[in-house]
């Protein structure tokens, strides 16, 4: 496809469950973005990679998040122990290189934990 | 922190023009003001980004003020399609991209 996707679209997860998030950028894209989006609020950063070095996760909220892009491509966010505050919009983007390329971004996932 | 300030919604007749303003005071120079928006149950999407000059693309023109402390994005026609929230951001080249709570516009038939 065209696009950055990212899958599942929707994810219910019981507290306490681990679960994984999946990024496919844009072919040939070298940065690539996480960012998670509470409702009625602006996304905020999560991690950043160039190709597969992970740069900045300053915005990762507890050791339960992580993130990895093993061979410069797809990406994959996993939240451990799954807690209620998790619930929110996860977004993936990515741009064809650092600087002042704009970001594409991708439809999200919606993870909610119950 | 975001470095900007938008006022939280506004509202625009269809077929006028938008003009959602974005105030960045404490721009430094090497500092672009970039906007995007967010449709409902969609990722945010590029418009257009300028550094001093005024842009223009077929989706909007971005009107900076001379002294770079604030800026216009102008949509010339509103369309229900373009009802969503509008974030106007400020970065360097080397910045991650930071959202700010933006501004929802409402495009009224």
């Known amino acids: 496809g065209a696009g950055v996707s990212q899958s599942p679209r929707y994810k219910v997860a019981k507290r306490g469950q681990d679960v994984a998030l999946r990024c496919d950028p844009i072919?040939?894209?070298?940065?690539l973005f996480w960012y998670q989006q509470a409702l009625g609020q602006g996304p905020e950063f999560l991690t950043y990679?160039?190709?597969?070095?992970?740069?900045?996760k300053s915005g990762l909220p507890s050791d339960r998040f992580f993130a990895e892009r093993p061979e410069g491509s797809v990406s994959t966010l996993k939240i451990q122990r799954t807690q209620q505050e998790d619930s929110a919009v996860y977004l993936c983007?990515?741009?064809?290189?650092?600087?002042?390329?704009?970001?594409?971004f991708g439809s999200g996932t919606q993870l909610s934990v119950l | 922190d975001a470095k900007t300030t938008q006022p939280p919604s506004m509202d625009c007749a269809e077929g006028r023009a938008a003009n959602l303003p974005c105030n960045h005071s404490t721009i430094s120079g090497n500092e672009y003001v970039y906007w995007y928006r967010q449709i409902h149950s969609q990722g945010p999407q590029y418009i257009i980004h300028?550094?001093?000059n005024n842009e223009t693309n077929e989706m909007a023109s971005l009107i900076i003020t001379e002294d770079r402390k604030s800026s216009t994005l102008i949509l010339p026609h509103a369309t229900l399609r373009d009802t969503a929230v509008y974030y106007c951001?400020?970065?360097?080249?080397?910045?991650?991209?930071?959202f700010g709570p933006g501004t929802s516009l409402s495009v009224i038939p």
């Open positions: 300028g550094l001093k």
């Open positions: 072919s040939g894209h070298v940065s």
């Open positions: 951001i400020v970065r360097t080249s080397y910045d991650k991209v930071i």
């Open positions: 990679f160039q190709n597969e070095a992970q740069l900045d």
């Open positions: 983007a990515s741009s064809l290189a650092s600087g002042v390329e704009k970001l594409f």
